[in-house]
T-cell receptor
Framework: AQSVSQHNHHVILSEAASLELGCNYS??????LFWYVQYPGQHLQLLLK??????LVKGIKGFEAEFIKSKFSFNLRKPSVQWSDTAEYFC????????????FGGGTRLMVKP | ETGVTQTPRHLVMGMTNKKSLKCEQH?????MYWYKQSAKKPLELMFV???????ENNSVPSRFSPECPNSSHLFLHLHTLQPEDSALYLC?????????????FGPGTRLTVL
């Protein structure tokens, strides 16, 4: 069975710092990749997704992620974080032959200090 | 935002109680999902429904009994739960479970089993 690893469980940054959250998955076939975000007190919502094409994907609120197939990675980045980016971030993987079944990583809790 | 709603938001129950969680989606989707989010564990898929038919049961114990009377409503009936079942239960929906697509999540029900 596939698994998803998010190595950073907690990240604390100051405003304007750059962000990179790691996501690695274990699955040898073609995958679809997602980042979801959960802001305090809000629903889990989609940040960005990759299905095919350009491996650099841009999402909402200035976030982007890069799919590196050879490294089985889909890291999330933002050049300059804001206090409002404080949230928990989840990476999820969907094998191409598994319908819409998602396997989630354990999440990374980001705190941005003003 | 009223896309996916869940009630109750919080539930405390004893091990001998019977209770139900309710989920309703207002997005016209055909697929609905139950997830379990336990402390320090990744989000785990429990059940998938497509047009009211259960298409996935991720080895969930029988003390959890899902019901999907129509494509807009999903229930999770609970009986004789254990303290380790305490978790956040999330409902999600998507257009079609056989196609990779964004899942829209509800706010969750925080369940505590005493």
């Amino acid at each position: 069975a596939q698994s998803v690893s998010q190595h950073n469980h907690h990240v604390i940054l100051s405003e304007a710092a750059s962000l990179e959250l790691g996501c690695n998955y274990s699955y040898g076939g073609t995958v679809n990749l997602f980042w979801y975000v959960q802001y305090p007190g809000q629903h889990l919502q989609l940040l960005l997704k990759y299905f095919s094409g350009d491996p650099l994907v841009k999402g909402i609120k200035g976030f982007e992620a890069e799919f590196i197939k050879s490294k089985f990675s889909f890291n999330l980045r933002k050049p300059s974080v804001q206090w409002s980016d404080t949230a928990e971030y989840f990476c999820a993987v969907n094998p191409n032959n598994a319908g819409n079944m998602l396997t989630f990583g354990g999440g990374t809790r980001l705190m941005v200090k003003p | 935002e009223t896309g996916v709603t869940q009630t109750p938001r919080h539930l405390v129950m004893g091990m001998t109680n019977k209770k139900s969680l309710k989920c309703e989606q207002h997005l016209g989707h055909n697929a609905m999902y139950w997830y379990k989010q336990s402390a320090k564990k990744p989000l785990e898929l429990m059940f998938v429904y497509n047009f009211k038919e259960q298409t996935e049961n991720n080895s969930v114990p029988s003390r959890f009994s899902p019901e999907c009377p129509n494509s807009s409503h999903l229930f999770l009936h609970l009986h004789t739960l254990q303290p380790e079942d305490s978790a956040l239960y999330l409902c999600a929906s998507s257009q079609d479970p056989s196609v990779t697509d964004t899942q829209y999540f509800g706010p969750g029900t925080r369940l505590t089993v005493l």
